[in-house]
């Protein structure tokens, strides 16, 4: 199975600052990497697929990159609605797995 | 507007059977490949099961395999997940989700329904 370590698993920002998650995977996956929020008690919502393609109606401040085993997801401007956990998935080989979480809190 | 509706959650002993139900609507059912994918207290996502659009091909995580079974109605629109010989660590929110993509994304998820495995 394909491993996802994501980091770092909590960070504290505040309004307006560039925040950036990080997802490494334990083998090469090319560009088959996905993004999800999620809020409390609410399921995920897909944000990035494919690495860098923006899910349609996602606000133009997320953005993905990376390829092979490294990606990262930025978030140019946060914003209050974007206080969440933010979840990486491989879409590479089956099992599809997803990273542990990165809560994303207020500062 | 997409909409996937879960039922059939609730508590249960361990051993014991469970069946989950996913009702769609808002697009077409029979044209998409569609999972359940789960989330313990307090943890990540964990991916569950597959089943291909017509339903003659399916695919479940080695935690759930021999246990669980996914299969699905198009005529009726919906999803199912039969659970049996549950475990203590099967208790999760279990999601219905749609997938897209010869390398899936999982782009549409129902509200979830909470499975408690507890004697």
């Known amino acids: 199975d394909i491993q996802m370590t994501q980091s770092p698993s909590s960070l504290s920002a505040s309004v307006g600052d560039r925040v950036t998650i990080t997802c490494r995977t334990s083998?090469?996956?090319?560009?088959?990497l996905n993004w999800y929020q999620q809020k409390p008690g609410k399921a995920p919502k897909l944000l990035i697929y494919?690495?860098?393609s923006l899910q349609g109606g996602v606000p133009s401040r997320f953005s993905g990159s990376g390829s092979g085993t490294d990606f990262t997801l930025t978030i140019s401007s946060l914003q209050p609605e974007d206080f969440a956990t933010y979840s990486c998935q491989q879409s590479s080989s089956t099992p599809w797995t997803f990273g542990q979480g990165t809560r994303v809190e207020i500062k | 507007e997409v909409q996937l509706v879960e039922s059939g959650g609730g508590l249960v002993q361990p051993g014991g059977s469970l069946r989950l139900s996913c009702a769609a609507s808002?697009?077409?059912?029979?044209?998409?490949?569609m999972n359940w994918v789960r989330q313990a207290p307090g943890k990540g996502l964990e991916w569950v099961s597959f089943?291909?659009?017509?339903?003659?091909?399916?695919h479940h995580a080695d935690s759930v395999r021999g246990r669980f079974t996914i299969s699905r109605d198009n005529a009726k629109n919906s999803l199912y997940l039969q659970m049996n010989s549950l475990r203590d660590e099967d208790t999760a929110v279990y999601y219905c989700?749609?997938?897209?993509?010869?390398?899936?994304?999982?782009?549409?998820w129902g509200q979830g329904t909470l499975v408690t495995v507890s004697s």
């Open positions: 989700v749609r997938d897209t993509g010869s390398n899936p994304r999982f782009d549409s």
């Open positions: 808002g697009f077409t059912f029979s044209g998409y490949t």
């Open positions: 089943i291909s659009t017509s339903g003659s091909f399916t």
């Open positions: 083998q090469s996956i090319g560009s088959y």
């Open positions: 494919d690495a860098s």
